[in-house]
């Protein structure tokens, strides 16, 4: 009976062992010497920092309300933005299936081309749009074209990775089944791989052209067409007003974008 | 076992079906989408003539942007660490915060009007691409990293809070319902049935975050909001290509680093 | 006349899964090849349409080297031998007329592949074919709508599609319930007497083997222990392909319908 009570005097009720509370301590320390230091070494006049809210508020005093005026303008800027988005959507969609098909190992014609074609997303994925657009522009001089291109060339990464990621998910069976029969290379990809793939191809080129609406809202902030570019101007002039109204036609069109993906998700899908 | 032929003569041809059974349905796409084409592209207004320049363009911007000069390397470290600090300072403000505003915007635990609320904060800095709300933040508080702090923290509330507020919407009701049931206020509540089941995730997600930041870091200082891309954008506006693609090459190494560690942690967590 | 000697297969340096066979086939004869999991059965089946790359022998068809053939000839080789396999590997998204059809992709060209023109000759073959077989009707439907035993029939008719000289077939019935599995069973068996064409059979199922197949083969850890008719397949020959250890999945009483359940049969 002692016994029996002492081992319950013992029973000390603890969330985690030693060693978990040991790590858990260590990374909470790390992660708070990062942000000390990442706070004190920032280059930041910190009684800004304080009138922050006082200037954000004032900035949106002075957009309200929204100007009605140039709303034909902003209409066809939106217009201008959804045609960059969806000719590059398109456009990407020949170069991205190619460069998917060598990227993926089980269909790539050799290593060589699996290396290049790995080489192609992730130089693809790692630079931003915004970046692509900046080097677009400076080739091509300020206009829709580098917009376009720089949608194309971040979209390649995106839709590239993500089906060789799903023609290395397809069942071999089917492969195999065409290969027993004779089957060239060609003809195999058409009636095993092909197929197969179809339902993500349209899902991901879907989601694709949803993400490349916003994106081309931005290209104009560097010259690259599209809204962004009524924008810069009406920040540049400090037209507040219609600022807001850009932004609010900004939301309208992204919200109008995903109405039309979840739509035709469910269509296709 | 097998049923009854119920074609009594046998059809001799076979044509594939076609995609879409109604053929109206199916040639009207068509004939949609090319003239829709056709449009879109015609409406543009290229620059034929300015466009046309590119490839001597091109060829000197390359043959300027290479070897990539690394001569430079002070300014562009100074870039790389006010972006880190722009990232880390965000994705914590941001994971924290979201955590409210994912309460707010969760169905099945907010009142009628705070769950609009919070939803149409999410939909709104979700609706805005960082840099929209970069060159915002820049024209109300100056050009410097507290602009990008402040945009990469909205950015992470959007993202972050709305797959928190999913998460929670797809809690075990259960376990609320017991912690009702022993009388529990409110905010004891939140804290034993709800934050235990999506804790988890968040860690995971402020992970996925601190790497999407870095990467957004880079690029809201195109518009003047701190860090590595206004280097970059400077160093394109003086036409230091060599030390732009120097920039370049350092960005892309630290992204692929950056998601490599990321999907690391996150595989060690979940 | 399928013709194999001496037939090795090695993966990488371990220990060989097939260690030296002989086998001759002729005629229209359908013979089952049984053994436990693991003996080698489906390396065996699948070295002959170098699905797997044999190590060393020689492996002949109607007089034809299949062992070191190359692209387009060993496609050539390929269209001569028809295969059916344990997961059916049908073309699921695609009608079951065009998983008939691509029995015939080694031989048209590839712009009648993709736009599915195929010759008339292969559109009659291929409805008389289905009609036989029971899955007409179901031209224009989806395969992976149709029930386990028809998706073999669908296997069956593709494979056959090719016109092929020899048909191997992988476990046919080891994913269908064992009525279906008898049901295919029969149909393998009078389609190769029909259409006079020798039929390979990996088979689980003992009692299956010997009600429908006219020959046994017994494997045992890559090698051939026994080779003879059903009425010679005894218990001791049983318990030499089964070690005696492992459970058989048939005992030699004449019970087609008892325990052929699915689940065991999982591995090939």
Known sequence: MVDHAQQLADRIWQRYDRKTRLIRYGILLATLMVVVWAVRDIDIFWPWVWDAPNQISSLGARMWPPSPAGLNNIFNALLETVHIATLATFLTIFLALPVAYIAAQNTTPNRACLWLGRFILVSSRSVNTIIWALLFVAIFG??????????????????GKLMGEAIEEIDRKPVEAMEASGASKAKVIVYAIVPQVMPAFFAIVIL???????????????????????????IDTFAWPTVATILIAIIALVLVGEAITSLLRSKVL | MTPPDPQPSVPRTWKKPPFIANPLVRYGIIIVAVVYLVWAFGSLPFNWAR???????????????????????????????????????????????????????????????????????????????????????????????????????????????????????????????????????????????????????????SMYQLDSNLRASAVVGIVGAG????????????????????????????????????????KKIW | MLEINNLVKRYGQSEAVLKGLDLKVEGN????????????????????NRLVEPTSGSIKLNGTELVNLKGAELRRARRKIGMVFQGFNLLDRLTVMENVLAGRLGYVNLYQAITRRYPQTDIERAFSLMERVGIAHYANKRADELSGGERQRV????????????????????????????????????????????VLINIHNVAQAKTYTERIVGLRHGKMIFDGLPADFNKEALDAIYGGIEAPDETVSEQPYSSAEVARHDSA
Not at chain 2, 182 to 193: C, N, V, W
Not at chain 2, 229 to 253: H, P, V
Not at chain 3, 170 to 190: F, G, N, V
């Open chain 1, 142 to 159: 300020p206009g829709v074209l580098a917009g376009i291109l720089a949608i194309v060339f971040r979209s390649i990464g995106f839709i």
């Open chain 1, 208 to 234: 694709r052209w949803d993400i490349n609406i916003r994106e081309s809202t931005v290209l104009g902030l560097v010259g690259a067409g599209g809204i962004g570019v009524i924008l810069q101007g009406a």
């Open chain 2, 51 to 205: 466009i046309s320049e590119g490839i001597p363009r091109a060829a000197r911007i390359f043959s300027g942007g290479f070897p990539p000069s690394f001569e430079r390397f002070g300014l562009l470290l100074t870039g790389f660490k006010e972006s880190f600090q722009i990232a880390i300072l965000a994705t914590l403000l941001g994971v924290l915060l979201s955590i409210p505003f994912a309460v707010m915007a969760a169905r099945n635990i907010a009142p009628m009007p705070i769950y609009l609320i919070g939803r149409s904060v999410i939909i709104i800095s979700r609706s805005f691409h960082p840099v929209i709300v970069a060159i915002l933040f820049v024209a109300a508080v100056g050009f410097g990293p507290l602009a990008g702090i402040l945009t990469l923290t909205l950015y992470s509330i959007g993202f972050v809070g709305k797959l928190l507020a999913e998460e929670i919407e797809e809690i075990d009701w259960g376990q609320v319902e017991a912690m009702r049931a022993t009388g529990a206020g409110y905010l004891a509540t939140l804290f034993y049935a709800v934050f235990p089941q999506i804790l988890p995730r968040q860690v995971g997600l």
């Open chain 2, 227 to 266: 860090g590595i891309g206004g280097t970059l954008m400077n160093a394109f506006g003086r036409y230091d290509y060599d030390f732009a693609f120097a920039i370049l090459l350092i960005i892309i190494a630290v992204i692929l680093l950056s998601e490599g560690i990321s999907g690391w942690v996150r």
């Open chain 3, 29 to 48: 004869s359908v013979v089952s090849i049984v053994g436990a999991s693991g003996a080698g059965k489906s390396t065996m089946l699948r070295c002959i």
């Open chain 3, 155 to 198: 296997g069956v008719v593709r494979a056959l599609m090719q016109e092929p000289e020899v048909l191997l077939a992988d476990e046919p019935t080891a994913s269908l319930d064992p009525r279906t599995s008898e049901q295919i069973m029969m149909l393998l068996q009078s389609l190769a007497s029909e259409l006079s064409l020798p």
